[in-house]
Each structure stands twice: as C-alpha cells, then as structure tokens.
C-alpha cells in the first residue's frame, strides 16, 4: 500500500514535470522564433511599400493617357513652309528673321514661348518678322519613356506639310509635358493634328514611322556642332542648348525682355 | 567587483543611447530622402537616368521605387523594428549610391547626385562627388554600428524579442 502510494506520487510528480516542459520548451523556441518573424515581416513591410510605390508613381506617371492635348487656334495668316527639319514662318518681306532652335520638352523653351510668343506672334502677323524654327531633339532620353522630343518634332514637321505648324508648335508648348514624366504620345500627337483640321492620312502614317526623324537628328548634331550658336553654359563653358535663338548667325541674350523690339529697331 | 559590473553597466547603457541616435538619425535620414524624391517623381527619373548606367525601362522601374524602399527603411528604423536587418539593407542601398556615384566620376560624367532631390546633369565645375560620397559613408557608419550593434532604446524589437535586434 505504502509502496503503491509512494510509487503513485512519484509518477504524478513525473507528469507535472513533463507537463511544465513543453511550456518552457515552447517559450525558448518563442524566442529564436521571434527574430525570424520579425525578419519576415521585415521584408514583406518593404516589400509592400516598394511594390505600392512603383504601382503609385506609375498610375501618376500616366494620367495623361487618356487626356487630350489643349487646342490653341491661331488667326494668324502668314506662310509656312518646312524646309529640310527646319519650318520658316511669316512674309518674304519681313526685315528681320531669327532662328528660334528648340525642343517641346524643354522646360526653359516652354517659357521662353510663354514670355514671348505673343510678342512674336504679333510681328510674324504684321509682317516685320520672320521666324526659321528648328525643332531639336536634345532632349529625346528625358521622357519616360524616351523618344517624346524626336516624336514631337516629327509631328510638328508634319502638320507644317499639312500648314498648321504655328497652331500645333503653339499647342504643344501650351501643354507641356514635364521632363522625366511621360511625353504626349504619337496617338495624342496625331489627335492633336485631327483636332486642327489635319485630316490628310500621311499625317498620321507620318507620326507613326517617323518620317522626319532622321533629318531631325541631323539638323541637331549640325546645330551642336556649330561655333556660332555656342552659348554660355556656366563655369566658363560654352555649349549647344536650348533654346537658342540667332540672327544673323549670332545668338541674341534674352535675357533682356526688350531684345525683340530691339533687333526690329535696328 | 560592484564597481565592475556597475561600470558595465553604464558602458552598456551608453552604447545603448549612441545605438539609439544613430537609429534615429539614419531613420531620418531615409525619412527626408524618400520623401524628396517621392514627391518630385519626376525629377527622380532624370536623377537616375543622369547616372547612365540602366536603360530607360529599367531606370522608371527603379526611380519609383526607390523613393518607397527610403521611407520604409527609415519608418522601420524610427521605430525600431527588425533594427539588424534593416541596418543590413541600409548597408546594401548605400553602398549602390556609393558605387552609382564612383561610376559617374570615374567615367568623367558631370551629374549632381540627387541624393536629397535634384539630380541629373550638372556644368562640368558643379560636380562634388567626393563630398558626396564622404556622406554616404558617413551614413554607413550609422547603419554598421546597427548591424553589428542593433540594441537600442525606444524600440520595437525590445518589446518583440527582448535580446533585442534581429
């Protein structure tokens, strides 16, 4: 009896020892268990936030894929006629003629047009000046995707083939895209064309195979190459950029908001 | 032998406070340069294009997201969880801005680093690549000391695991 009892305490006193192991056992795997939770979770937090960033900055990147580019109509009757990848704009008669060297994703350009396209505006319509625009393509790798400078300055060749340069160059520097965001499309280049009457299929054919793209290339590494259309570019440096704009084969500052009525009055 | 461990101690304590700023500062650091960059994508996409080294399909990718891996790098850090690990990611990131950067002068490119927005092409004068990388490595002393040493005050993993750090 006394034995059975002793013997049975004992074995209650095994169990209650096997029954606090797994507890302890359990609480020390806790702790290795931790670090590795903590890892993981970890690595999906960044996860997460990398994938939601990209999907983010691309849905912002591409709001303007379904937007239409803005319309500005021009009453301005004056010739323009493309030569080679440049578009000469206002009468034969006019005493002054600058060459205006941009591209539509410029930043700088977009000002420059905002400043003083109305002012050109007005003497290419009573007939004292002349514009030669070059539409370069410095610019053609800082669109995402690249390719929006050549792209537009193709477009813009086209629609001077189908006379409405002034209208579509005004509209492109008007809604500008940014640089690094995404450029104007060839199909919204082309809805833009539609827009302003350009009905003619080679116009769109055009957009598409890049008719001009070549000569645009061309015209650009021909203007870099240049020492007169050298400017200033800091630290003592001189350098092709745009916009440049030159008479008589010498790039005029303007910087000084007068430098137009200026050249005019000489 | 009281002196002893009470000299520990405080040698512990004062490790654990350095550890503490550093966490915070290179939380802060992430904090500002992510949300920089996060806010000006597209100022990001021409600082990573200015490096030359991806092609164009590959540099959107990484412009946006890299902004993102910054903020949850340094919201991790600020609050302190999985200390050790992020420390190490810190460590890999850094060390891509630091080799980025050596390229871009080792090749002669004249680029600003974007590190703290801004980026792309510079005049050839305006360059500061050795400033520029002296940063970066100070900022990796911040995230090695937390690599090697991740037990800090105020933190997350203090609470999860109490040995502290991953």
């Known amino acids: 009896m006394g034995g059975a009892e002793r013997s049975a305490r004992k074995r209650r006193q095994n169990q209650a020892v096997t029954r606090t192991a797994p507890v302890a056992a359990a609480r020390k795997a806790g702790s290795n268990r931790n670090p ?6 970890v690595v999906v937090i960044i996860a997460a936030a990398v994938i939601a960033g990209v999907i983010y900055s691309n849905s912002k990147k591409n709001s303007t894929e379904s937007a239409a580019i803005a319309v500005q109509q021009v009453s301005l009757s004056v010739p323009a006629t493309r030569d080679g990848a440049v578009v000469t ?24 047009e905002k400043t003083y396209g109305p002012q050109i505006e007005q003497h290419l319509a009573d007939g004292t000046l002349r514009v030669r625009y070059h539409m370069v393509n410095l610019l053609n790798d800082r669109s995402d995707p690249a390719g929006y400078s050549t792209d537009s300055a193709n477009a813009a060749l086209l629609a001077a083939d189908a006379g409405k340069f002034y209208q579509f160059h005004k509209s492109l520097f ?9 450029g104007w499309s060839k199909d919204q280049l082309t809805a833009l064309g539609n827009s302003l009457g350009i009905t003619t299929p080679a116009f769109a054919a055009g957009i598409q195979s890049g008719t001009y793209n070549q000569q645009i290339t061309d015209a650009y590494n021909q203007a870099r190459s240049n020492p ?20 008589n084969n010498k790039t005029i500052d303007t910087s000084a908001p007068t430098w137009l009525t200026t050249l005019l009055a000489n | 032998m009281c002196a002893g461990s009470l000299a520990t101690v405080t ?3 004062a490790l654990d406070l350095v550890g503490t700023l550093f966490r915070l500062g290179l939380a802060g650091v992430w904090l500002v340069s992510g949300w920089v960059k996060a806010s000006d994508p597209n100022q990001t996409y021409i ?28 919201v991790l850090l600020l609050v ?18 630091v080799a980025a950067v050596a390229q871009s002068w ?13 980026g792309g092409q510079v005049a050839k004068g305006d360059t500061r690549y050795p400033q520029e990388i002296a940063r970066d490595i100070g900022f990796l002393v911040l995230a090695v000391w937390l690599l090697v040493r991740p037990r800090t005050r105020l933190a997350v993993d203090a609470v999860v695991g109490r040995r502290g750090g991953v």
């Open chain 2, 80 to 97: 302190g969880l999985g200390t050790r690990i992020t420390a190490a990611l810190s460590c890999l990131v850094l060390l891509a801005f």
């Open chain 1, 174 to 182: 008007a809604d500008q895209p940014e640089e690094g965001a995404r």
């Open chain 2, 106 to 118: 080792a090749r002669g490119l004249s680029i600003d680093c974007g590190c703290f927005g801004g």
């Open chain 2, 47 to 74: 600082a990573v294009h200015a490096y030359d080294v991806l092609p164009s399909g590959v540099v959107s990718v990484v412009a946006g997201a890299m902004p993102f891996l910054e903020l949850a790098l340094g």
């Open chain 2, 11 to 13: 040698k512990g304590t």
């Open chain 1, 89 to 112: 704009v206002g009468k034969d008669t006019a005493k002054a003629t600058i060459d205006v060297y941009e591209d539509f994703l410029c930043p700088i350009c977009g000002e420059f």
């Open chain 1, 228 to 247: 007169s259309l050298q400017v200033d570019i800091g630290n003592g440096q001189t350098g092709f950029g745009t916009p440049t704009i030159a008479a």
């Open chain 1, 36 to 41: 590795v939770i903590v890892g993981v979770l």
